[in-house]
């Protein structure tokens, strides 16, 4: 299932890199790009809120295969998924 996900992923993650890298991809080796919040309580809450909107702001969030958290980052990412 995680390949077949990958598989309909990619075209939306080639998309979104020449989008914000302003250059076509054809041809040339896609990354699968992961984002990774830590543990930490609130100031972790606080640092994935603001990383997640930095990355969504340059166009980078559109371009994430996975996200996942840790302890206070879970905050984070839980809500940015409800939104």
Do not use: N
Request: charged letters at 15%.
């Amino acid at each position: 299932a995680e390949q077949d996900y990958l598989d309909k992923r990619m075209p939306q993650v080639q998309s979104a890199l020449e989008h914000m890298l302003g250059t076509s991809l054809a041809g040339k080796y896609i990354p699968k790009i992961a984002i990774v919040g830590s543990g930490g309580g609130y100031r972790a809450m606080f640092c994935t809120t603001g990383s997640l909107v930095g990355a969504d702001r340059i166009g980078l969030l559109d371009a994430v295969s996975y996200i996942t958290a840790l302890s206070g980052s879970t905050w984070a990412v839980s809500a940015w998924y409800a939104t």
